[in-house]
């Protein structure tokens, strides 16, 4: 819980610091492992459950996000946001690709990012205990200080006024945008498909936590 705790809260500081695009969102995604560490820390069906059902979410929102630092680098060259900005006037096809995922990521409801943040700290509040209280408040912090990355990147990158010249209008590359799109549909379907994705963690959270039919699959059963 400890190293959730400090994944979390360093991870997130981290990207807050960060000026280039690309930097900030490694940050996130280390800062963000820390939910999934918190819910395997736990140990309870409901830690567990909910750690599986955020490795999926997480997976799908960092990659989207990856791919949109990409497309912004195709587009102007550049990742550093000191560079940055205009983008939602020239490329607003960008915009929604990064904006969803960037909400997805933050927690905002209804999305995936929410409702996974949200089984992982009611699991801690009814583990009990000083340090998982302890840990939802770092669970919550982080949250919180990922909508104001996301949030910043959105205002400098997207709506300020261009800080360099502006590259010619150039055609992003058709599979890029087309991955990017896809990926930013299936973290939007997570949200509509949770309730029997929860149901497949819950199974999955159940047959981790019964130890012997893994171990008599594992190992002979008489042991010369």
Known sequence: MVVAG???VVGILGAVAQS?????????????IGYMIFGVALGSLAGLSGAIFYVVHHITVQTTLFLVAGLIEERTGSTDLRRLGGLARIA???????FVPAMNL???PPFSGFLGKLGLLQAGVAAGGA?????VGAGALTSLLTLYVASRVWNIAF????QTTTPPATRLPVLMVGATTALVTIGVLLTLAAGPLFQVTADAATDLRQRTPYVRAVLPREVP
């Open 6 to 8: 400090l994944t979390m």
């Open 20 to 32: 280039d695009v690309k930097r900030l969102f490694s940050f996130t995604l280390v800062s963000h």
């Open 92 to 98: 607003p096809v960008l915009g929604v690709l990064f």
């Open 106 to 108: 933050a927690g905002i």
């Open 131 to 135: 340090l998982p209280a302890v840990l």
């Open 159 to 162: 709506w300020r006024a261009p």
